[in-house]
């Protein structure tokens, strides 16, 4: 099954690699050339999955620390109306439908709610499933309008803000569950007549900060 989330990761590594050529050339009009693919590419990734809106400005970072600030400044200046010129045609179909300036789908609020469902001794009910997550905000709201947009995000905004609100500690500790992860192996498997293989170092940190 092709899932959306695995493209962004080809697109992103495509990104990357292009910067370091760019970062090496020492022809001007290649590196402004390997700018504009970078961010084609990223407006692209944005269309298929919009909530690596928040990587940019790393990248942007990233590639000022291994070049210069110069350098950096340049990539982002020459970025930004690439992007906005390919979100374009979503945005003015968001304002249409929306009267909203919206350049891509709004998920910030949605990822942070799912997030908190990650861990099932959340005390607020959340789950990490969209289909789960519409029917619990309805419920919570009685709102009845489609899901996904800036009137259900507005609901989700402050379901997430009461729960900070009312549990900030487990909020802080939801957060910190997740570093671990960083440390855990890209593949486990389990076999039925061995047992499962042996517990990571990432599974234990989880279960000290449970």
């Known amino acids: 099954t092709a899932l959306r989330d695995a493209y962004p990761v080809w697109i992103l590594g495509c990104m990357i690699a292009f910067a370091l050529v760019a970062r090496d050339t ?3 009009w290649l590196k402004k050339m390997l700018y504009i693919l970078i961010a084609a590419l990223y407006a692209v990734s944005l269309l298929i999955n919009p909530i690596l809106q928040y990587y940019f400005p790393l990248f942007i970072f990233g590639y000022a620390f291994m070049t210069s600030k110069k350098e950096g400044i340049s990539l982002f200046l020459i ?13 003015m179909r ?5 009267h909203k300036v919206i350049l891509t789908r709004d998920v910030f609020w949605q990822g942070i709610w799912e997030g908190f469902g990650q861990f099932d001794d959340n005390p607020f009910g959340a789950k ?3 289909d789960a997550t519409c029917v619990f905000l309805r419920e919570k709201s009685g709102y009845q309008g489609p899901c996904w947009t800036p009137a259900s995000s ?12 009312k549990e900030p500690v487990w909020v802080v500790k939801s957060f910190l569950r997740r570093v ?4 855990e192996p890209v593949l486990s498997w389990e076999f039925s007549s061995l047992g499962s293989l ?11 900060l449970q």
């Open 154 to 165: 507005d609901i989700l905004r402050s379901m997430v803000l009461e729960a900070v609100y």
């Open 180 to 183: 671990p992860s960083f440390f």
């Open 79 to 91: 970025s930004l109306p690439i992007i906005l010129l390919i979100l374009s045609p979503w945005a």
């Open 94 to 98: 968001n304002y249409q439908e929306f």
């Open 198 to 208: 042996p517990q990571s170092v990432g599974n234990r940190l989880t279960i000290l």
């Open 128 to 130: 990490l499933s969209d």
């Open 26 to 28: 020492v022809h001007d």
